[in-house]
Protein backbone atom coordinates (compact mmCIF):
# COMPACT_ATOMS: atom_id res chain seq x y z
CA UNK A 1 0.00 0.00 0.00
CA UNK A 2 1.22 3.45 -1.16
CA UNK A 3 2.16 5.75 2.02
CA UNK A 4 -0.09 8.40 -0.15
CA UNK A 5 -3.34 6.31 0.33
CA UNK A 6 -2.37 4.74 3.30
CA UNK A 7 -2.08 8.31 5.34
CA UNK A 8 -4.95 10.14 3.97
CA UNK A 9 -3.66 13.80 4.56
CA UNK A 10 -0.05 14.19 3.67
CA UNK A 11 1.37 17.98 3.51
CA UNK A 12 0.27 19.78 6.28
CA UNK A 13 2.52 20.89 8.57
CA UNK A 14 4.81 17.82 9.91
CA UNK A 15 2.60 17.97 13.91
CA UNK A 16 -0.55 18.19 12.05
CA UNK A 17 0.75 14.97 9.46
CA UNK A 18 1.36 13.57 12.96
CA UNK A 19 -2.14 14.11 14.51
CA UNK A 20 -3.74 12.49 11.19
CA UNK A 21 -2.60 9.73 11.74
CA UNK A 22 -5.13 8.85 14.11
CA UNK A 23 -8.75 8.75 11.59
CA UNK A 24 -12.06 7.81 12.05
CA UNK A 25 -13.59 5.49 9.50
CA UNK A 26 -17.38 4.07 10.30
CA UNK A 27 -17.63 6.05 13.30
CA UNK A 28 -14.58 4.12 14.87
CA UNK A 29 -11.48 5.72 15.92
CA UNK A 30 -8.55 4.21 13.96
CA UNK A 31 -4.78 4.41 14.58
CA UNK A 32 -2.62 4.23 11.20
CA UNK A 33 0.37 4.13 13.73
CA UNK A 34 -0.49 0.68 15.18
CA UNK A 35 2.69 -0.83 14.24
CA UNK A 36 6.33 -0.09 13.96
CA UNK A 37 5.91 -0.81 10.35
CA UNK A 38 3.37 1.50 9.90
CA UNK A 39 5.24 4.18 11.65
CA UNK A 40 8.03 3.20 8.96
CA UNK A 41 5.75 3.54 6.62
CA UNK A 42 4.89 6.87 7.85
CA UNK A 43 8.46 8.38 8.36
CA UNK A 44 9.21 7.23 5.11
CA UNK A 45 5.80 9.01 3.31
CA UNK A 46 8.07 12.22 5.59
CA UNK A 47 11.45 11.51 4.29
CA UNK A 48 11.89 14.83 2.95
CA UNK A 49 11.00 16.61 6.17
CA UNK A 50 12.52 13.77 8.83
CA UNK A 51 16.03 12.08 8.98
CA UNK A 52 15.33 8.63 9.89
CA UNK A 53 17.05 5.23 9.24
CA UNK A 54 17.39 1.64 10.20
CA UNK A 55 14.17 -0.13 11.81
CA UNK A 56 12.03 1.25 13.98
CA UNK A 57 11.05 -0.54 17.31
CA UNK A 58 8.15 -0.73 19.66
CA UNK A 59 9.93 1.83 21.63
CA UNK A 60 9.75 4.31 18.91
CA UNK A 61 6.10 3.46 18.13
CA UNK A 62 5.72 4.01 21.68
CA UNK A 63 7.64 7.40 22.29
CA UNK A 64 5.93 8.97 18.53
CA UNK A 65 2.15 7.95 19.47
CA UNK A 66 2.12 9.39 23.19
CA UNK A 67 3.67 12.51 21.72
CA UNK A 68 1.42 12.49 19.14
CA UNK A 69 -1.79 12.09 21.21
CA UNK A 70 0.01 15.30 23.47
CA UNK A 71 -0.03 17.54 20.36
CA UNK A 72 -3.23 16.87 19.38
CA UNK A 73 -4.68 17.70 22.82
CA UNK A 74 -2.56 20.74 22.56
CA UNK A 75 -4.22 21.87 19.14
CA UNK A 76 -7.63 21.12 20.33
CA UNK A 77 -7.42 23.69 23.70
CA UNK A 78 -5.43 26.06 21.22
CA UNK A 79 -8.42 26.19 18.92
CA UNK A 80 -10.92 25.92 22.09
CA UNK A 81 -9.13 28.91 23.52
CA UNK A 82 -8.46 26.95 26.75
CA UNK A 83 -5.54 26.14 28.73
CA UNK A 84 -3.94 22.40 28.18
CA UNK A 85 -2.88 20.14 31.21
CA UNK A 86 0.09 20.78 32.09
CA UNK A 87 1.69 17.77 31.72
CA UNK A 88 0.96 18.20 27.94
CA UNK A 89 2.89 20.99 28.06
CA UNK A 90 6.02 19.47 30.00
CA UNK A 91 6.12 16.73 27.54
CA UNK A 92 6.66 18.53 24.48
CA UNK A 93 9.14 20.65 26.51
CA UNK A 94 10.80 17.08 27.38
CA UNK A 95 10.84 16.39 23.78
CA UNK A 96 12.65 19.65 23.06
CA UNK A 97 15.29 19.49 25.69
CA UNK A 98 16.45 16.29 24.32
CA UNK A 99 17.43 16.74 21.17
CA UNK A 100 20.56 14.64 20.20
CA UNK A 101 23.37 14.84 17.99
CA UNK A 102 23.90 13.19 14.91
CA UNK A 103 27.54 11.89 16.04
CA UNK A 104 28.86 12.45 19.43
CA UNK A 105 32.46 12.50 21.10
CA UNK A 106 33.48 9.19 22.80
CA UNK A 107 37.07 9.59 24.41
CA UNK A 108 38.16 6.16 25.36
CA UNK A 109 41.55 4.82 26.62
CA UNK A 110 42.83 4.30 22.59
CA UNK A 111 41.53 7.76 22.16
CA UNK A 112 38.99 10.14 20.64
CA UNK A 113 36.56 8.42 18.07
CA UNK A 114 33.17 9.74 16.81
CA UNK A 115 30.32 7.26 17.66
CA UNK A 116 27.11 6.95 15.43
CA UNK A 117 24.01 8.47 17.44
CA UNK A 118 21.98 5.63 18.98
CA UNK A 119 18.92 3.95 18.20
CA UNK A 120 17.36 6.32 21.41
CA UNK A 121 19.72 9.08 19.93
CA UNK A 122 18.02 9.58 16.80
CA UNK A 123 13.98 8.54 18.57
CA UNK A 124 14.94 11.84 20.24
CA UNK A 125 15.82 13.67 17.45
CA UNK A 126 12.57 12.36 15.65
CA UNK A 127 10.84 13.81 18.99
CA UNK A 128 12.20 17.44 18.72
CA UNK A 129 12.03 18.11 15.31
CA UNK A 130 7.73 16.80 15.91
CA UNK A 131 8.12 18.93 18.98
CA UNK A 132 9.49 21.95 17.45
CA UNK A 133 7.00 21.86 14.86
CA UNK A 134 4.19 21.75 16.88
CA UNK A 135 5.57 24.55 19.03
CA UNK A 136 6.29 26.20 15.39
CA UNK A 137 2.66 25.80 14.49
CA UNK A 138 0.51 26.65 17.66
CA UNK A 139 2.59 29.76 18.32
CA UNK A 140 2.85 31.11 14.82
CA UNK A 141 0.72 32.94 12.71
CA UNK A 142 -0.75 29.77 11.32
CA UNK A 143 -2.17 28.75 14.07
CA UNK A 144 -5.83 30.39 13.69
CA UNK A 145 -5.75 28.72 10.61
CA UNK A 146 -6.21 24.92 11.78
CA UNK A 147 -9.37 23.33 11.27
CA UNK A 148 -10.76 19.91 12.01
CA UNK A 149 -12.90 18.48 8.93
CA UNK A 150 -16.48 19.50 9.34
CA UNK A 151 -17.57 16.21 8.27
CA UNK A 152 -18.85 14.01 11.42
CA UNK A 153 -17.04 11.24 10.40
CA UNK A 154 -13.50 12.76 9.93
CA UNK A 155 -11.03 13.78 12.88
CA UNK A 156 -7.88 15.34 10.00
CA UNK A 157 -7.04 18.55 10.69
CA UNK A 158 -5.75 20.84 8.77
CA UNK A 159 -4.70 24.35 7.94
CA UNK A 160 -7.58 26.57 6.12
CA UNK A 161 -5.43 29.01 4.26
CA UNK A 162 -8.92 29.71 2.06
CA UNK A 163 -11.11 31.12 5.07
CA UNK A 164 -14.15 29.10 3.19
CA UNK A 165 -12.48 25.40 3.42
CA UNK A 166 -13.84 23.29 5.58
CA UNK A 167 -13.33 19.91 4.69
CA UNK A 168 -9.81 17.92 4.87
CA UNK A 169 -10.59 17.49 1.32
CA UNK A 170 -12.98 18.65 -1.16
CA UNK A 171 -13.38 15.31 -2.87
CA UNK A 172 -13.50 12.89 -0.17
CA UNK A 173 -14.80 14.76 2.82
CA UNK A 174 -16.97 17.23 0.64
CA UNK A 175 -18.53 15.08 -1.74
CA UNK A 176 -19.32 12.68 0.73
CA UNK A 177 -21.20 15.79 2.48
CA UNK A 178 -22.64 16.93 -1.11
CA UNK A 179 -24.16 13.01 -1.79
CA UNK A 180 -25.70 13.27 1.83
CA UNK A 181 -27.51 16.61 1.54
CA UNK A 182 -28.30 15.46 -1.95
CA UNK A 183 -29.64 12.12 0.00
CA UNK A 184 -31.93 14.13 2.34
CA UNK A 185 -33.65 16.40 -0.25
CA UNK A 186 -34.44 13.38 -2.12
CA UNK A 187 -35.63 11.59 1.14
CA UNK A 188 -37.84 14.62 1.76
CA UNK A 189 -39.64 14.86 -1.62
CA UNK A 190 -40.18 11.58 -2.09
Given at each position: ?16 DL ?6 S???D ?5 A????A ?44 R ?8 A????S ?45 L ?6 P ?38
Open positions: MAAASYFPLLGEPLSLVNTRIRDGTVDLLDPAALTWLAAESGRLSWSGAVSAADLHAVRTLRDTIAALMTARRAGTRPLAAVKAVNALSAAPAVRLVWTAAGPRAAKRTAGMQRDALLYALALDAVSLLTGPDAAVRTCEHDCVLQFLARNPRRRWCSASVCGNRARVARHYARHQKAG
